[in-house]
């Protein structure tokens, strides 16, 4: 054989291997499925404000805790959602806000105490590119365990050492009594318990501060009462050249429900009556100002606008984007 013939040879087994190799790969079998999420946070601005939502998990609510609900109403606005009963994904949210002076949490998550689905807070701050050490403030909305319980190790200790946390007077006063936990029922001193444990690093370090009514606590964020849900339920206006965000907490515990029906109450409601005035005053004001919402329990990243639609509201979540410079 002639070198020409010899090369011809090789450069033709060449093709044929290289097809055997493409028709081989048709049938090879696909990479392992990829079974873990993206990290949990999203990312808006509000005017010179970067907000940023975390994500600490889910809990699956039994739809049997919803009370003031006709026979099947539950069960029809639930399937309208393309969600399935007994029990409803139920996001845990907090909001982490920089202001250019400050950097805000507002809330702190479940930590483990509510199962291995929540507590993630810590790892989606740390994603998002802050550090515990760097929150200067926690603002708190109310003392209930899925809110408090990130503020501190399993141990015992500060998770956010450097910051000052404020809830409303109201609010530690009632979970934070002796007294009241004495007199409380039995099934409800886990509560009472979750909240002192998770004020107490800061408490001892005279972190712990309390405000009283609507009060501006520092610039661009007011504390609003809207209590109802707890003695002392907070929700926060961040207000940044002409945009608002108002993280209004537990308002509002399944979206499936209680934005048709806001006369819907929860179980954990201390006062059933005054949280569904207070949550029907708000949807009023948010639809017509038109202002931006965030709740802790809305499907993440539990930011979005309210539109009045008749007689119902419609939630209207934020669209996933890019960072934008605001418009001037």
């Known amino acids: 054989m002639n070198k020409r013939s010899f090369f011809k040879t090789i450069a033709a087994s060449g093709v044929i291997a290289l097809a055997f190799l493409q028709f081989a790969s048709t049938f090879a079998a696909p990479p392992a499925q990829m079974k873990s999420q993206v990290p949990g946070y999203y990312r808006m601005q509000l005017g010179a404000f970067d907000v940023t939502a975390l994500y600490d998990g889910y809990i699956d609510l039994d739809t049997k805790l919803l009370k003031n609900t006709k026979p099947g109403e539950v069960q029809r606005l639930v399937a309208r959602m393309f969600q399935t ?3 409803v994904q139920t996001a845990v949210n907090a909001y982490v806000v920089h202001t250019g002076s400050n950097l805000i949490l507002v809330d702190a998550g479940a930590a483990k105490l509510f199962g291995p689905s929540l507590g993630f807070v810590l790892d989606n701050l ?5 550090m515990p050490e760097q929150i200067d403030t926690v603002l708190l909305t109310h003392m209930h365990g899925d809110h408090i319980n ?10 956010f050492p450097n910051a000052e946390v404020r809830v409303a007077k109201a609010e530690a006063d009632f979970w934070l009594s002796e007294e009241v936990a004495a007199k409380a029922p039995k099934d409800a001193l886990a509560f009472f318990k979750m909240a002192r444990d998770g004020a107490a690093p800061y408490r001892a370090a005279n972190k712990l501060k309390t405000f009283e ?3 501006e606590l520092l610039s661009g964020v007011k504390a609003i009462a809207t209590p109802g849900h707890t003695p002392g339920h907070t929700s926060f206006m961040f207000s940044s050249n002409g945009e608002r965000l108002f993280v209004w907490g537990d308002i509002v515990h399944n979206y499936a429900v209680q934005f048709v029906n806001p006369g819907v109450a929860i179980e954990f409601d201390i006062d059933p009556k005054k949280a569904v005035a207070t949550r029907r005053a708000l949807m009023v004001e948010a639809a017509k100002e038109r202002y931006w919402v965030a709740g802790m329990h809305l499907p993440f990243p539990g930011i979005g606008h309210l539109r009045k639609d008749g007689a119902i509201y419609n939630w209207v979540p934020v669209e996933f984007g890019p960072i934008r410079e605001p418009k001037r």
């Not at 740390?126 to 802050?130: F, L, Q």
């Not at 990130?150 to 998770?159: I, M, P």
Request: net charge positive.
């Open 85 to 87: 009963m007994p029990a």
């Open 213 to 215: 009514g609507n009060v």
């Open 126 to 130: 740390r994603a998002a590119g802050y």
């Open 150 to 159: 990130g503020l501190v190790t399993a141990d015992g200790k500060a998770v």
